[in-house]
């Protein structure tokens, strides 16, 4: 896919559904695969054509380029190819999936959600 079709698609993405669309400008090289049309779960998932590693910092600067605030990386499993990355930006908090697909493919998941308030 061009970088021209990828802008394009992802246009169209946030005005279908704004509330869904990816919360931070994706890395370029990144192809949206699915988009939550509800806002449940995953927001928007897809695949970045780069090793693991590649893909995790790629995304990690997208998103804090952004406004995001990194707060934690939780490794997942066992191999270390699948990371849960949290981030912060006022009170909404963005978790991001990074998984190894294949040596240079990757996927990811991104969703938003209110930071949890914390009683006492």
């Known amino acids: 896919m061009t970088f021209?079709?990828?802008?394009?698609?992802l246009s169209a993405?946030?005005?279908?559904?704004p509330e869904t669309?990816?919360?931070f400008r994706l890395p370029v090289g990144a192809h949206v695969t699915a988009?939550?049309?509800d806002g449940r779960g995953w927001g928007?998932?897809?695949e970045l054509g780069f090793p693991f590693?590649?893909?995790k910092a790629r995304l990690l600067s997208?998103?804090?380029?952004s406004g995001w605030r990194h707060m934690h990386t939780i490794p997942l499993g066992r191999k270390g190819d699948r990371v849960l990355m949290a981030f912060s930006r006022g009170d909404t908090e963005l978790t991001v999936m990074v998984s190894r697909v294949a040596i240079a493919k990757?996927?990811?998941s991104c969703g938003v959600s209110a930071k949890a308030k914390v009683g006492r």
């Open 4 to 9: 021209l079709a990828t802008v394009l698609m």
């Open 53 to 55: 590693v590649q893909a």
């Open 35 to 37: 988009v939550s049309p």
């Open 21 to 23: 669309a990816a919360p």
């Open 62 to 65: 997208a998103a804090s380029a």
């Open 106 to 108: 990757s996927s990811f």
């Open 44 to 46: 928007v998932s897809g």
């Open 13 to 17: 993405v946030a005005a279908a559904a």
